[in-house]
């Protein structure tokens, strides 16, 4: 079966010739919500039928019934698209600092390594503590990759922080929302909900303020 054609310009339309634009333009339409428009009326519908040579009733019909279809697709899109605005957090001055902070060090963080996961696939590259006796890496000696130490941790105040500034809170049913602080805390939704409570717990959310980190 054969996919649907997209109209975007009367060109696309079925049935249609090229000298059908030349005599549209006179009886001014040029786009397709004008061809619409003009279709939707009985008396330019027939001015219509009688301009354009091979375009019938069943034609003109046949039109509407496409146009009418995008424009109601078109909408549809259009609602959708329309994005929610994202709630952001009260922070203080002391958390905004411990925030930017903790950004800083995540930028300068090195990727901690296995010890010789580059010597053997096997291995790869996720970490663990070098253990061995001899390990040069356990030793901290030059030239060996940095080693997981408490130096390299973000501040405690902000630590499990979600990086918008919220505090996530993870809630498996409506009435969980509503003890949620929405000025400093935002809510994660469990896993193992389901879909019909997903969207009870969205839309007590929505009513209450509250922002849904994970929201579908």
């Not at 019934?65 to 957090?89: Q, R, W």
């Not at 580059?118 to 000696?141: A, C, D, N, T, V």
């Not at 060996?144 to 809170?169: C, L, M, N, T, W």
């Not at 007590?204 to 994970?214: C, M, S, T, W």
Request: glycine residues 6%; without cysteine; hydrophobic residues 35%.
């Amino acid at each position: 079966m054969s996919a649907k054609k997209e109209i975007n310009k009367i060109q696309d339309l079925p049935y249609y010739r090229e000298e059908y634009t030349a005599q549209l333009a006179d009886l001014g339409i040029k786009e397709l919500d004008e061809l619409l428009e003009a279709l939707q009326d009985k008396d330019r519908k027939k001015v219509i039928v009688d301009e354009l040579d091979g375009v019938g009733n069943k034609i003109a019909d046949h039109w509407l019934e496409l146009l009418s279809e995008t424009e109601a697709e078109t909408e549809i899109v259009e609602d959708e698209e329309k994005a929610v605005p994202k709630v952001k957090p009260v922070l203080d001055d002391h958390v905004k600092a411990a925030l930017e902070l903790r950004s800083a060090k995540n930028d300068s963080r090195p990727a901690f390594k296995r010890q010789e996961w580059f010597r053997y696939q096997r291995l790869g590259e996720k970490w663990r503590k070098p253990k061995g006796i001899h390990s040069k890496m356990r030793r901290h000696l030059s030239y060996r990759p940095p080693v997981v130490s408490i130096g390299f941790r973000g501040p405690k105040a902000v630590r499990d922080f979600h990086p918008s500034g919220f505090q996530e809170v993870m809630v498996y049913n409506a009435s969980q929302v509503e003890k949620v602080d929405p000025k400093v805390q935002a809510i994660r939704i469990g896993g193992t909900v389901g879909g019909k409570k997903r969207m009870a717990i969205t839309e007590k959310a929505d009513e209450l303020g509250i922002r849904v980190l994970n929201r579908t």
